[in-house]
């Protein structure tokens, strides 16, 4: 101990230049936009390297689990897939029958507006005010900012950097994340948010007091916001209570997706994502 | 002395933001006087208050250049390097006490290969702090290059002008 003083006090120049030099550096990385880009998308490359090593070695004592997730969804999306091809089938006899107006628009939402790119992931954490997620896959695999990400009960989060080989996403579980939902009884706008206090929990704002909310209500996406396709699972009403002083419900919402035991997700790329938001663009210029 | 330093440091400070930083060839030629303050530090400055006072300099360039924290860095590394740079650079005199690193004590010779040495490794710095990444290498060295001689020709002006013999 003593040796390393002596030696520290030898050298206290460069000591003194290397903290000196840290701090400018730290004032470079934050303070300038362009240094603060490269740094966050270099620094999500290798921590993604990092990050997959370890995970592998954690995944495996989470095996069972996953496949039982991975089986269920499985069947959930079996069911779905046989659901539209029998739409499918009963549209081709249209010419000979009558036309149903309601079948035609069914076959409209039929045509694929939305990929998926299957994730595992690599790094997760529940116990923070702003919580981060990170994926296996980057810009290689067709990954960018503001893509839609779903785990195998309900929504996740959002795409927010992304590198060649991962990507990182805003948690819903992260007090600055706000996602456009609706009830799906009546279609009434609100949007997700979450208040910091418990991983399971969030609230649903916006729904105005007129509105009947009951609990066991679903939550699903709105599908407005073009980053998830409609009608993606949210969580259900735990519990709802009028606010004093506002017009709208204070509704607790009970999070589908259990953010402790996440492993695999898919990742929604909208396919029209560019030219739905230069349209929006153009309209809010005018 | 002391009472000198403190002066140059602020002179040199308000020389570069308000002259200086706004002379601009071709996006690449910025010459930055402020470096001055650092090659005209005496001889026997303790380290630390070289260390100090260049981060304050580069700091407080940084605050009106609105470049946060790259010209701190590139004046301490600066001040870090110069003892090796001096003792690199030897000279005919002698080092006595009351020797400044100014052309009129040391002449010009040792002066140009003292100043450059130091300029052009500021200006290295700074510029790839400013770009931060390796690719485009040849691009960045023009401007080192650039600015570099444009603060020698800056600073060896300066000196001509407050030129002080001592012999």
């Known amino acids: ?32 936009k362009h240094q603060s880009s490269v740094f966050s998308s270099v620094a999500n490359q290798y921590g993604g390297e990092i990050f997959t090593s370890y995970s592998n070695a954690r995944n495996y004592f989470h095996l069972k689990n996953a496949n039982e997730q991975l089986s269920i969804e499985n069947a959930y999306l079996k069911k779905q897939l046989l659901n539209y091809q029998f739409k499918l089938d009963s549209n081709n006899f249209q010419s000979f029958a009558a036309i149903d107006t309601t079948k035609l628009i069914l076959s409209d939402t039929i045509k694929p507006i939305f990929d998926f790119i299957p994730a595992k992931v690599i ?33 996740v989060g959002v795409i927010f950097e992304c590198s060649d080989d991962f990507s990182t996403a805003v948690s819903l579980l992260n007090i600055k994340q ?22 399971l929990y969030g609230k649903l704002d916006a729904i105005e007091n007129y509105v009947p909310v009951n609990i066991g209500d679903t939550i699903i996406t709105s599908g407005f916001s073009h980053i998830f396709p409609e009608g993606e699972n949210i969580g259900i009403v735990e ?3 009028k606010i004093s002083g506002k017009t709208s419900w204070n509704i607790k919402v009970r999070f589908n997706t259990n953010f402790s035991q996440l492993f695999w997700v898919n990742i929604a790329r909208n396919l029209n994502y560019e030219q739905q938001m230069t349209l929006k663009a153009i309209k809010l210029e005018n | 002395m002391l009472i000198t330093n403190i002066i140059r440091f602020f002179v040199v400070l308000i020389l570069q933001l308000l002259v200086f930083n706004n002379i601009q060839f071709s996006g690449y030629i910025n010459p930055f006087f402020y470096v001055l303050f650092i090659l005209l530090l005496p001889f026997e400055t303790p380290k630390w208050l070289m260390l100090i006072s260049s981060f304050l300099l580069g700091l407080s360039v940084d605050i009106f250049s609105h470049s946060y924290g790259m010209h701190a860095s590139a004046s301490v590394f600066i001040a870090y390097v110069r003892p090796y740079v001096i003792r690199f650079v030897h000279s005919k005199k002698e080092y006595e006490t009351g020797v400044l690193p100014t052309m009129g004590h040391l002449g010009f010779s040792w002066f140009i290969s003292y100043a450059s040495i130091l300029i052009f490794i500021h200006s290295f710095i700074y510029f790839f702090l400013e770009v931060f990444r390796i690719s485009d290498f040849l691009n960045t060295f023009y401007r080192i290059i650039y600015s570099s001689i444009a603060t020698i020709i800056v600073i060896i002006a300066e000196q001509f002008l407050f030129f002080k013999e001592r012999k």
């Open chain 1, 239 to 241: 519990d709802f209570s």
């Open chain 1, 178 to 199: 706000s996602i456009s939902a609706k009830l799906k009884n009546n279609n009434e706008l609100g949007s997700i948010i979450w208040d910091g206090i418990s991983p």
């Open chain 1, 123 to 155: 790094s997760n954490t529940t116990n923070r005010q702003k919580n981060y997620i990170m994926f296996n896959k980057g810009l290689k695999h067709g990954v960018h900012k503001n893509m839609g990400v779903i785990g195998p009960n309900g929504i």
């Open chain 1, 1 to 32: 101990m003593r040796y390393l003083l002596h030696f520290l006090w030898k050298n206290y120049a460069l000591l003194l230049f290397l903290v000196l030099e840290l701090i400018s550096l730290v004032f470079v990385v934050n303070g300038n």
